[in-house]
């Protein structure tokens, strides 16, 4: 769950995410996670090569490598935004009374 704080101090106004996550759906980037290959994974891998006869799954059942370390690009889609209209909103007198 995404929790979403606003604090106010002041003239500042600081909106900020509290996931993990957070950061990375915002401004995208690169991450390159390091996943153990265990044999139930292995077992996993062969039925799908059964299944589907694609010898990519073959190949990662087979492989000798302990691990996996793909690499994914995430591209930025910001969720936190403020657009002119906020930004007359929340200078609007009506607003700074809660």
Same mark, same amino acid.
């Not at 509290?18 to 994974?41: C, D, R, V």
């Not at 492989?63 to 591209?75: C, Q, W």
């Given at each position: 769950?995404?929790?979403?704080?606003?604090?106010?101090?002041?003239?500042?106004?600081?909106?900020?995410?509290?996931?993990? @996550?957070?950061?990375i759906?915002?401004?995208?980037?690169? %991450?390159?996670? !390091?996943?153990?290959?265990s =044999? &139930?994974?292995?077992?996993f891998?062969?039925?799908?090569? @059964?299944?589907?006869?694609?010898?990519?799954?073959?190949? %990662?059942?087979? !492989?000798?490598?302990?691990? =996996? &370390?793909?690499?994914?690009?995430?591209?930025?889609?910001?969720y936190?935004?403020?657009?002119?209209?906020?930004?007359?909103?929340?200078?609007?007198?009506?607003?700074?009374?809660?």
């Amino acid at each position: 769950m995404i929790l979403l704080s606003l604090n106010c101090c002041n003239a500042l106004v600081c909106i900020s995410a509290n996931s993990t @996550y957070s950061a990375i759906h915002q401004y995208g980037g690169t %991450i390159k996670p !390091t996943i153990p290959i265990s =044999l &139930k994974m292995r077992k996993f891998f062969w039925a799908k090569f @059964y299944e589907t006869g694609q010898e990519n799954w073959k190949a %990662i059942a087979l !492989t000798k490598k302990k691990e =996996l &370390k793909p690499v994914f690009e995430i591209p930025g889609r910001p969720y936190i935004t403020l657009t002119n209209e906020d930004l007359v909103e929340i200078l609007s007198p009506d607003f700074r009374t809660f």
